[in-house]
């Protein structure tokens, strides 16, 4: 979860996946069977505008659900259980899934490249990628912005074992960079945004340049999705609705996400929503593929096992 404060910070840390989801997977109260719980992020655009203009409770309704929300983060009494699963940043699923099989795809958003980068100091002497080499660079450790950094690297012939991977939170991260403590940062929006407005920084490479599609995921619990198939795609038409919403809209959606998100900047919210196409579909092979080169990359780290197979992951259509 992304939680912010002020101009921009973040209190909650990535306590990996397992510490994030698995009170998911816990024992399902007992509840009506016309309830439909729904977890969600401040980072979470898309349900964000479709709760706040109330496109959800209307659509739900009309087919006999009543939502339930909690919000997706390390603690468990915040997240409950679930039905449909806050969505999460590309790489997340790779740590997810093979920990929680309980759990399919529904939807993806994207692809949105734009979405993360890497910034250096405009005084590093850094201007290519080959000029990380012996540099100290922050990156969460398994997220898109770490995948980002594998990719960056080896299109240069590096490994990450040639630079210094500094592995702080996000929100850390700035203190640091303008401190000097660090000399680049691999890092996602709203961060990234925030980090290329900063006036000692330069932007040295976004995810265009690695050829990544920076999907964003949606997951469901399977049985429920199996038992009540109506609410997937009650719920991929709901993210639709509240996606072209998005992209008619982006003056009302800056002003809507700016106060959600602890009065952020409008600039750096229009930012944010520049670099997303709000883009919403069903899942695909193409999808499982991703995720399987993510993981082999990960594999190669020592992050995940070596020989796991995500291309079997269901899917829900």
Not at 179 to 199: M, V
Not at 244 to 249: E, I, L, P, T
Not at 301 to 306: H, I, K, T, Y
Request: aromatic share 8%; glycine share 6%; charged share 20%.
């Amino acid at each position: 979860m992304l939680e912010f404060k002020g101009r921009v910070g973040r209190r909650v840390l990535f306590a990996g996946a397992a510490a994030m989801i698995s009170p998911i997977m816990g024992v399902r109260s007992a509840r009506a069977a016309a309830t439909l719980r729904i977890s969600y992020q401040k980072s979470s655009i898309l349900l964000q505008v479709a709760r706040q203009r109330n496109m959800i409770d209307l659509h739900l309704r009309d087919i006999g659900f009543e939502p339930e929300w909690s919000v997706l983060s390390t603690a468990p009494a915040q997240i409950g259980t679930v039905d449909y699963v806050s969505d999460v940043a590309e790489a997340v699923p790779v740590t997810v899934l093979p920990l929680f099989p309980s759990l399919a795809l529904y939807a993806a958003e994207g692809p949105s490249p734009k979405a993360l980068g890497i910034i250096v100091h405009k005084e590093s002497g850094i201007t290519s990628a080959a000029d990380l080499r012996g540099r100290r660079i922050a990156v969460g450790k398994t997220g898109s912005a770490f995948d980002f950094l594998l990719l960056t690297l080896d299109a240069v012939g590096l490994h990450l074992s040639d630079v210094h991977p500094i592995y702080i939170p996000e929100s850390a991260c700035i203190q640091a960079f303008n401190n000097g403590a660090i000399d680049g940062w691999a890092t996602f929006d709203p961060y990234f945004s925030f980090a290329t407005a900063l006036p000692n920084a330069v932007l040295l490479a976004d995810g265009t340049s690695a050829g990544m599609r920076y999907n964003r995921y949606y997951m469901a619990d399977i049985a429920f999705a199996r038992a009540y198939p109506q609410t997937v795609s009650a719920m991929r038409e709901i993210l639709g609705d509240a996606a072209a919403w998005v992209r008619g809209n982006p003056g009302a959606t800056a002003d809507l996400l700016s106060r959600q998100w602890d009065d952020m900047p409008l600039d750096i919210v229009r930012k944010v929503l520049s670099h997303r196409n709000f883009e919403v579909r069903p899942p695909d092979a193409t999808d499982l593929e991703t995720l399987q080169d993510i993981n082999d990359r990960y594999a190669k780290q020592g992050l995940v096992p070596m020989g796991r197979n995500l291309k079997m992951t269901p899917l829900l259509s």
